[in-house]
């Protein structure tokens, strides 16, 4: 359904694009650096004035803002350099930005992967602590989202294939996204937006985090010539093949997808990574729960990214009520729970008669997954001997397990619709 995807598109594509003011100041003008292109311009414009009056919340949200783009565009320019495949990356999530071909790509090597990785969470960071020292309050602005636009490939000359709009049209249609459009899409952000983005910055840090918690050269060597044409690695001979047709694919590319799959198995080389990755997890949570006390104070209804109970949402034909605003606070719930500890996750395992992959699952097991301890006491992690359950034997014990029927239950306000929402949510 066509506002599904816009859901899935936004909460990657609005998690790059916040700015806000009190009521009473003047706005600055970080939406003509946004629309420009001028992300380095905008951050100087916006710390000037944040050094000028540092009461200016305005200023320094709108600083965050940019810093945020600054990230993710910086993350964007170095796939650029080392010449990231873009129809290929279209296929896995997280890289589908419209990344132009490179002609002359640098050779990209583990270590180098690893930096680009580590560049993007410490843009993150910046942009959090930032955004962490606004004061909400009052915050109000007025931005023309898919007019924003990055400059991806980093030749200062930004096209209609670097704005949001476009993203967006990629986000939701990888393989076929059509023409570039210049739509406006305007959305006005205000307080509780404000945490939005912030945990925003927390879930992609989460997940840089614990990229970098693990060794994947083993995997970086013998596939990454999948996504890139110039690898430092000791098989040199699989660059050598080229592209193929489908997707630009090789037939024989099915053999690196099963090594691929086979070398999802990577021993922890920075465990203190993990710690900083379930803190993350544990903020977003946090923040979550304020900007929807925010959210469900507002009385306005003005182009709302994300709507309480009595606005519209700017996504066209989707409706906020109230049984999914209570439903997502006991989800917000059940998964701090989880994290702390305090209950454990349903282990699908050692259960009479045993349990299809993804079926139902009995109403007292005796088991359950520590979650807490995946990320306090990390030991490798082997994807199949994860999914077959062997691999998970240090974090199971007995205890209070999370009910497969309350979030059963929880999951009825949703009406199917509940990873659009959490990708929405945050």
Not at 160 to 178: A, F, H
């Amino acid at each position: 359904m066509r506002t599904n995807k816009w859901i899935t598109a936004g909460s990657l594509i609005l998690a790059i694009s916040m700015s806000g003011a009190k009521a009473q100041e003047a706005a600055p003008p970080v939406e003509q650096f946004l629309i420009e292109g001028r992300l380095a311009d905008g951050a100087a414009a916006m710390q000037k004035l944040v050094d000028a009056d540092s009461s200016n919340q305005q200023a320094r949200f709108s600083l965050g803002v940019v810093q945020f783009f600054q990230a993710v565009e910086g993350l964007g320019q170095d796939q650029f350099r080392y010449g990231l495949l873009g129809t290929r990356a279209r296929a896995l999530p997280f890289m589908r930005l419209p990344i132009a071909e490179n002609p002359r790509p640098e050779q990209i090597s583990y270590e180098k992967a690893r930096q680009v990785v580590q560049k993007f969470v410490n843009g993150l960071t910046q942009a959090e602590q930032t955004l962490s020292s606004v004061k909400p309050d009052g915050i109000k602005l007025a931005l023309k989202l898919g007019q924003v636009r990055l400059d991806l490939n980093a030749d200062g000359k930004l096209s209609d294939e670097e704005t949001m709009s476009y993203i967006s049209q990629v986000l939701q249609n990888p393989r076929n996204p059509g023409k570039p459009t210049t739509l406006d899409f305007p959305v006005t952000f205000d307080a509780g937006d404000v945490l939005w983005l912030q945990g925003y910055c927390h879930v992609f840090s989460a997940i840089g985090e614990i990229v970098l918690a693990h060794d994947w050269q083993d995997q970086f060597e013998r596939t990454a010539h999948l996504f890139y044409p110039n690898v430092d690695s000791p098989y040199d001979f699989l660059a050598a093949e080229g592209t193929g047709a489908f997707m630009s694919f090789g037939a024989q590319n099915i053999f690196d997808f099963i090594a691929w799959l086979h070398t999802v198995n990577y021993e922890v080389s920075e465990p203190e990574r993990m710690q900083k990755a379930l803190m993350h997890m544990e903020t977003v949570i946090r923040l979550s729960r304020q900007s929807w006390t925010m959210y469900e104070a507002e009385t306005d209804d003005e182009n709302e990214w994300v709507p309480n109970a009595d606005q519209k949402s700017v996504i066209k034909g989707f409706a906020v009520n109230r049984e999914i605003i209570s439903g997502w606070r006991e989800v917000l719930d059940e998964v701090e729970a989880i994290l702390q500890g305090k209950k454990l996750a349903p282990f699908w395992r050692g259960i009479k008669g045993g349990v299809a992959p993804f079926g139902r699952m009995p109403q007292n097991p005796k088991i359950g997954i520590n979650v807490r301890k995946i990320f306090t006491q990390p030991t490798r992690f082997d994807l199949a001997l994860w999914l077959q359950g062997t691999g998970l034997t240090p974090y199971l014990e007995e205890g209070d397990i999370s009910s497969p029927e309350k979030w059963q239950k929880m999951m009825t306000g949703f009406r199917g619709n509940f990873f659009n929402i959490a990708l929405w949510f945050n």
